[in-house]
């Protein structure tokens, strides 16, 4: 799967995107991230293992924590994709426009 694709995997998870949101504040800790789910230990534990092999986020040991870290340049593929898609779709609707209104001068 190509990175873009694993990104976008990645983001498809509600429960990740809320990590992920969580983390645009500022790095936490494991249980930081945890503690607003009401799901297991181990569940948060693969999604934050799923978002590093995203290169979403990435995790430190401080002592006995674990703290977690966006990685901004994980979201930069993403965000760049779709700002390609969003001017294309806005010309091509400008396009659209300019026919119709062409149409309504006849």
Known sequence: MDQL????SALADP???????????????VGELAQ?????????????????????IERTTEAQWRR??????GLEAASDWLEEQREFWLASFERLNKL???????
């Open 5 to 8: 694709s694993t990104v976008f």
């Open 15 to 29: 429960t990740r995107r809320a990590i992920i949101a969580r983390l645009c504040e500022g790095d936490a800790t």
């Open 36 to 56: 607003p789910f009401d799901i297991s230990a181990p569940a948060i534990s693969r999604h934050i293992k799923v978002l590093e092999q995203a290169d979403l």
């Open 68 to 73: 977690c870290r966006l990685k901004e340049e």
């Open 100 to 106: 119709l209104m062409q149409g309504d001068d006849k």
